[in-house]
Each structure stands twice: as structure tokens, then as C-alpha cells.
């Protein structure tokens, strides 16, 4: 295992925070085939963003990425 640290400083999480606060979302395009991206859901992606504990996330990071990071080794797979 190898330690792994993700280091976002409070500066750009305020940034983060900022931007999607100022996001502006067009409204859905009549043409947009069934399965794409409406604004309703990318507006509820940016609301759990804000309220998302950035902090706490990066702070217990560490411990959570340094245990589940391990070693790969590579193997040749063959479809055929």
C-alpha cells in the first residue's frame, strides 16, 4: 500500500463553492435525445455539491485512499 493525501487547500474550496453558486444553467433543449443530461438534474448535481462536506471529505481522505491503495500488477487479457 502506498499513502495516498489529496491536499485542497480552503481557497479552492471557497472558489469551488463560489463558481457553483454562480452557475447559470440554459434551459433543456427540445432536440436533446431522451437519455441526456436535463438542467433539473444537473441543478439538483450542483445543489448536492454545495451541500457536500468538502472539508470533512478531504480530511478523512487520507486514511480512507492510504487503505484501499495497493499495488497493480499487469496481466494480458485476451477477448478472442
Request: without cysteine.
Amino acid at each position: 500500500m502506498h499513502p495516498f493525501r489529496i491536499d485542497v487547500s480552503d481557497a479552492e474550496l471557497l472558489d469551488l463553492r463560489e463558481r457553483l453558486l454562480r452557475t447559470r444553467l440554459l434551459p433543456d433543449s427540445p432536440h436533446r435525445p431522451a437519455s441526456g443530461l436535463t438542467s433539473a438534474y444537473l441543478r439538483s448535481l450542483i445543489e448536492s455539491w454545495l451541500d457536500f462536506d468538502w472539508r470533512h471529505a478531504r480530511n478523512g481522505s487520507t486514511r480512507i485512499l492510504s487503505s484501499s491503495q495497493t499495488s497493480m500488477t499487469r496481466r494480458s487479457t485476451s477477448l478472442t
